[in-house]
């Protein structure tokens, strides 16, 4: 079955970039997606890129896709304590299907 | 945006007991919606899909007598769940998908969550 893997746990200082790490194993993943999580609530869908795209650059966040590799990135650009949250990755097949979650990164931004 | 919406955001029931949540979509037609479980710590698990007017679709080892779902509308999906245990205690959060609008963007709209605390 698909397995979407990342790592659980990225501290960095405020201002700083965080670059989130995910990688998966489906090939036939058309649509990958970055998701974030408050303590507490629910997911807020950060960007999305689609398979057949390398880069997306959304104001702070830029995802690089690395298909061959099957390795997924979110880089935040000057990371505020505000960004402090756990970071979904997650694919799906096709737009709106059912997604496999990435277990999840915790991010903790440091003042 | 979209808007999904779930009530209760917080419950508490006894063993043995039955509680229902619900989901609704309140700016958009969602004809599929799905359910997802969070344990602590821990990532989402689909439990199931379900389609406005059918049956509810279950992933492997989701016990469909004890998690009712019930998508009878189509802003309107609800997960009951039957007869529950300490062990259901969790975080469960909905999402939906607009159905039909012809978008490349086509993305599923996620509930705030509702913490299920079974005593």
């Known amino acids: 079955g698909e397995d979407v893997e990342q790592s659980l746990f990225l501290s960095v200082r405020e201002g700083d970039s965080s670059v989130i790490n995910c990688t998966y194993t489906?090939?036939?993943?058309?649509?990958l997606y970055w998701y974030k999580q408050e303590p507490g609530a629910g997911l807020q869908l950060l960007t999305y890129?689609?398979?057949?795209?390398d880069m997306k650059q959304d104001q702070r966040l830029t995802v690089l896709l690395n298909k061959k590799d099957k390795h997924l990135s979110l880089r935040i650009a000057d990371t505020q304590t505000g960004d402090s949250a756990i970071y979904f990755c997650?694919?799906?097949?096709?737009?709106?299907?059912?997604?496999?979650f990435g277990g999840g990164t915790r991010l903790m931004v440091k003042p | 945006g979209a808007v999904v919406s779930q009530h209760p955001s917080r419950v508490i029931c006894k063993s043995g007991t039955s509680v229902k949540i619900e989901c609704r979509s309140l700016?958009?037609?969602?004809?599929?919606m799905f359910w997802y479980r969070q344990f602590p710590k821990q990532s989402l698990m689909l439990m199931a899909t379900?389609?406005?007017?059918?049956?509810?679709?279950?992933e492997q080892g989701v016990e469909k007598d004890k998690f009712l779902i019930n998508h009878a509308s189509l802003t309107l999906s609800t997960l009951t769940v039957t007869s529950a245990h300490p062990e259901d205690s969790s975080f469960y959060i909905c999402?939906?998908?607009?159905?039909?609008?012809?978008?490349?963007?086509?993305?599923?709209?996620f509930g705030p969550g509702t913490r299920l605390t079974v005593t």
């Open positions: 700016d958009f037609q969602a004809t599929t």
């Open positions: 890129i689609f398979s057949n795209m």
């Open positions: 997650a694919e799906g097949a096709n737009a709106g299907n059912m997604l496999t």
């Open positions: 999402s939906a998908r607009e159905g039909f609008r012809h978008d490349s963007r086509y993305e599923q709209y």
């Open positions: 489906d090939s036939s993943s058309t649509y």
């Open positions: 379900s389609n406005e007017g059918s049956k509810a679709t279950y």
